[in-house]
């Protein structure tokens, strides 16, 4: 069959690959489509067609997935913003299980038995504490969208509300509604600040208020079962990790190349009477050689908290010559996390668990948290 932009067809969704996408297969060509669930028959429409891959819009649902809910959001399926809201809450899980365990083995070559059930977060709407608005001139309307770009172009789609949002946040967007940008191309961040800690603009902290208990007990309870008496905890932005579980270690030292961020770690430090640590401004690649040999290996875990994009070889390759006891790996980007456990499993690692956490309810996001023990004697 030769597919062609425009062509209708019906086909049976096999499943949903990480990114949100359903993966159909008309002859053996694969065909991604958006907001289906797999097991459906749906009708298509081809928008996109490239040697090894198509896309199409949805058109119709001839046989709708028992988990098929109605999305609580009047923007879905034009804003950007979520994949899910059409799964019910708990068939979201069970695909982002699934979607790691394949980028596990796929990526890493893991046991995809070593990814845990998905943490579910006790809200699954009305969790983030920061978003980004953008402002675009329509023109054919004459007006200012303000909004998120759209799923399908790069276009701004309007909104008056985000259903995942914080309550604060969305009495926020009417208030830039009311008093919107002076022109198009210009970005809003909205805010949440947390209680108690010092954040500036720019500064990373975790997005879902909800779950964050459940992933700090995560993290501690791994910390724990290694027996380490010392902590670093690279890419540390204000110091959250580093304060959080300073009562678990005699000692630790955040590293950080943001040099607001480090201001803001002493204050956080300072603020929560945490006295046992220091926040060092450097890259990790900088830093960190030095750093490590004040810590004694077989005693000292490693904490990695990096951008999406993962770390950098050398920060790896540095571990690697170190070999502190216990590698903990924070990611909201699983298949670059798989490549670097790859990297450090191949010099004398070994993934002892991956516990995933539903940060991003509603959407393709997923955050996750790996264990990794020291071989002995594998240098």
């Known amino acids: 069959m030769q597919l062609q932009i425009g062509s209708r067809l019906t086909v049976r969704i096999e499943d949903v690959a990480f990114g949100g996408e359903g993966v159909a297969r008309v002859d053996g060509f694969v065909l991604f489509v958006p907001f289906v669930i797999t097991g459906e028959e749906v009708e298509v429409e081809l928008t996109e067609v490239k040697k090894a891959f198509a896309r199409a819009r949805l058109i119709r649902i001839n046989s709708p997935s028992p988990t098929r809910v109605t999305p609580e959001c009047r923007y879905f399926a034009a804003c950007g913003g979520c994949q899910y809201q059409h799964i019910a809450y708990p068939a979201q899980l069970e695909h982002k299980r699934k979607q790691v365990a394949d980028l596990f083995e796929r990526v890493g070559g893991f ?10 977060c006790p809200a699954p709407y009305h969790y983030r504490n920061r978003i980004l608005i953008r402002s675009q001139w329509n023109k054919p309307e004459q007006k200012l969208n303000i909004g998120f770009v759209r799923h399908d172009c790069g276009l701004v789609e309007d909104i008056e509300e985000c259903k995942i949002a914080e309550p604060d946040l ?13 022109r198009g191309g210009i970005k809003v961040e909205l805010r949440v600040p947390p209680e108690d800690w010092e954040v ?63 201001k803001a770690a002493r204050n956080n430090a300072a603020t929560h009477r945490v006295t046992n640590g220091e926040f060092i401004a450097g890259t990790a690649e900088e830093v960190l050689p030095d750093l490590l040999t004040h810590f004694q290996a077989d005693a000292t875990t490693a904490l990695l908290d990096p951008p999406r994009k993962g770390c950098q070889p050398i920060t790896l390759e540095t571990l690697l010559k170190v070999k502190p006891r216990q590698i903990l790996y924070v990611s909201c980007h699983p298949a670059t996390m798989a490549r670097d456990l790859k990297l450090l499993c191949a010099g004398g690692y070994e993934l002892k668990r991956v516990v995933p956490l539903d940060m991003f309810p509603q959407t393709q996001h997923v955050e996750c948290v790996a264990e990794l023990r020291s071989i002995p004697n594998s240098a």
Request: aromatic share 10%; charged share 15%.
């Open 200 to 262: 500036g603009p720019g500064s990373f902290f975790q997005n879902n208020f909800h779950l964050l208990p459940g992933m700090l007990e995560t993290v501690r309870s791994m910390l724990r079962s290694s027996g380490s008496r010392h902590l670093v905890d690279i890419y540390c932005g204000v110091g959250f990790f580093g304060i959080e579980l300073a009562g678990e270690v005699e000692s630790f030292a955040g590293v950080e190349y943001d040099k607001q961020a480090i």
């Open 111 to 120: 046991d995809p038995a070593l990814v845990e059930s998905v943490l579910p």
């Open 170 to 182: 969305n009495e926020l967007i009417q208030q830039v509604r009311n008093n919107p940008p002076p």
